[in-house]
């Protein structure tokens, strides 16, 4: 009897790895978990088409030869949010400040409401060498609340040189720049970033260890950031935990540091994640009152079909400016990702 059991397990505990990899796990970790269950004997023949696509699209069957593309991705979907801040105005409009009381004129208040919109994106993949590719992406997400008539937009152009070094070791340099629009409010971000990653194998898990530095720029401001990242897949849940660290940067608020965690698991044959993150501001002064900010984030979310994720967010902020003391709650359906 022990010994039918055995086998059996085993083999459901690689579907639920597998399972995991696909819904939770960065694309080379992904990778690792299905090449660990084929050196096992246990991947199942969709896994082995779904490996080998994925090792088409990291480059690694490219024999040489002038830049070629080995992926291409096209996506446009529906959107249906909550937001809490369509005009991006004042979300406290009503605050107590060295005993004075402050109102935010009407016309400056955040305004609520669901919003309705379409998501485009895009990714195509240039091969250089084996396992060494050129990603171009970009997106745009439009939205409008018809009970309210104010819409939204957001954009994000993005550029990434992966490669492989050796064994299941990386090294990429990454850019990209991000525009926002609101009725009240518009701007501009960007990101360059140097990453290290480590991709472990164990018995029962696989795990992806990635060192990045990065340079983030604002509208009025630059900072360095250091992040150190695990994403795990284990038998029954897939984890990740990021910490970034920022210099200080004066005379303005800039991030001190970010924690950030999450689990995914399997119910009811679906995949539900819980997500966690808590971050620390300083710098400045608002009102004469030297600033920090306290940040928690908490998101519940759950895969309703292929392609479609619900999910719910609470935003706690905390500040010594009455300004930025707030809580917000947010819901998001997306029919689309880059999975």
């Known amino acids: 009897m022990a010994a039918l059991i055995l086998p059996m397990t085993s083999s459901a505990d690689v579907i ?29 023949a969709p896994g082995v088409a779904r490996m080998r696509r994925d090792m088409e699209r990291q480059g690694y069957y490219f024999d040489g030869g002038p830049p070629e593309v080995i992926a291409s991705d096209v996506v446009l979907a529906p959107t249906l949010a909550w937001d809490g801040n369509i005009n991006g105005g004042v979300v406290q409009d009503r605050f107590v400040a060295g005993g004075l009381v402050f109102e935010a004129a009407p016309e400056v208040r955040a305004v609520s409401g669901a919003v309705a919109g379409v998501q485009g994106l895009y990714r195509t993949r240039l091969a250089l060498n084996n396992g060494q590719l050129i990603e171009l992406r970009g997106g745009v997400e439009l939205g409008y609340a018809p009970a309210v008539r104010l819409g939204r937009a957001d954009t994000r152009l993005g550029i990434c040189l992966q490669n492989h070094l050796a064994g299941w070791s990386f090294l990429d340099i990454c850019g990209t720049k991000a525009f926002y629009w609101r009725d009240l409010v518009e701007g501009d971000a960007e990101q360059v970033s140097l990453e290290a990653t480590q991709v472990l194998v164990a018995s029962a898990s696989a795990h992806q260890l990635g ?5 983030v720029s604002g509208e009025a401001d630059k900072q360095d950031r250091v992040a150190f990242s695990v994403n795990s897949v284990w038998t029954r849940v897939a984890t990740q935990a990021e910490l970034t660290l920022g210099e200080d940067v004066s005379g303005t608020t800039s991030l001190r540091y970010r924690l950030e965690g999450g689990v995914s698991w399997l119910m009811l044959d679906r995949v539900f994640s819980l997500d966690l993150s808590r971050q620390e501001l300083d710098g400045g002064a608002f009102l004469g009152v030297p600033r920090r900010d306290e940040v928690y984030e908490l998101t519940l979310a759950v895969d309703l079909r292929t392609g479609a994720e619900l999910s719910l967010g609470l935003v706690d902020s905390r500040s010594t400016a009455a300004i930025a003391d707030y809580r917000q709650v947010t819901l998001d359906l997306r029919f689309d990702s880059f999975r």
Do not use: F, K, M, Q
């Open 211 to 215: 060192l990045r530095v990065l340079r």
């Open 16 to 44: 639920d790895r597998l399972r995991l990899a696909e819904a939770a796990a960065p694309e080379r970790l992904r990778l690792r978990v299905h090449a660990a269950a084929l050196s096992h004997g246990t991947l199942p």
